[in-house]
Every structure is written in structure tokens, then in C-alpha cells.
């Protein structure tokens, strides 16, 4: 079992700065953050390898967000920069034991935390 701690969000101007962190207890092999706005379906924003290096980043997020991950702490980290509108949502952390099933979709990650809210106003 994998319980799944978030932490960061909340409002913002466009243009501005957040930084998400997801703590993991238990044992992960994948970790990553997906979005969900009202209305639309949940979407894959940024995923990792534990203890790897690749990275899977969405196109409208590619140069503007930056994943990263600290294993001694089982933490990773969402920094969001140069935010937009467009990219208010719930954000939600996810994690997978297994290296298997790849970094792009909600359905082949196992375990969710709660969600935090990004709000971003023009």
C-alpha cells in the first residue's frame, strides 16, 4: 500500500511560480502529476522514474514545468513556472510499484493522493 501526501498549490497571477511536492510511503517505481480542470478529463502533466532519468512531460507544459525527486525523502516535486490560466486545475500526485505501464496514463497508476488546488488568474 502506497499513501500519498500533497502538498503546495493554491492562487497565483499568470506569469507566477508554484511548487507541488508529493510524499510517498511505501515503495514506488513510478511517480507523477496529472491535472484535472471542471468539465474535462484528467490528463497527464509530469512523470518520473524513481531513481531513473527519464521523464515524461505533457506538450503544454514542456519548458514551463520542471519534475524532480528527492529518494531519500520518497518526495517529488512539481515546479510550475510561468503559469497561465489555462493551466488552473486539481493536481493530483500518483504512483505505481511497478516500472511497467509507462508515464502518460491515469489508468496504469495505482495509487492517488487527494488532490491540491492550482488556481491561476490573469
Known amino acids: 500500500q502506497v499513501h500519498l501526501v500533497e502538498s503546495g498549490g493554491g492562487s497565483v497571477q499568470a506569469g507566477g511560480s508554484v511548487r507541488l511536492s508529493c510524499a510517498a510511503s511505501?515503495?514506488?517505481?513510478?511517480m507523477g502529476w496529472f491535472r484535472q480542470a471542471p468539465g474535462k478529463e484528467r490528463e497527464g502533466v509530469a512523470a518520473i522514474y524513481i531513481g531513473g532519468v527519464s521523464e515524461y512531460y505533457a506538450d503544454p507544459v514542456k519548458g514551463r514545468f520542471t519534475i524532480s525527486q528527492d529518494n531519500a525523502k520518497k518526495t517529488v516535486y512539481l515546479q510550475m513556472n510561468s503559469l497561465k490560466p489555462e493551466d488552473s486545475a486539481m493536481y493530483y500526485c500518483?504512483?505505481?510499484?511497478?516500472?511497467?505501464?509507462?508515464?502518460?496514463?491515469?489508468?496504469?497508476?495505482?495509487?492517488w493522493g487527494k488532490g491540491t488546488q492550482v488556481t491561476v488568474s490573469s
Open positions: 511505501g515503495y514506488t517505481a513510478r
Open positions: 500518483a504512483a505505481d510499484p511497478e516500472y511497467g505501464g509507462g508515464l502518460t496514463r491515469p489508468v496504469n497508476f495505482a495509487y
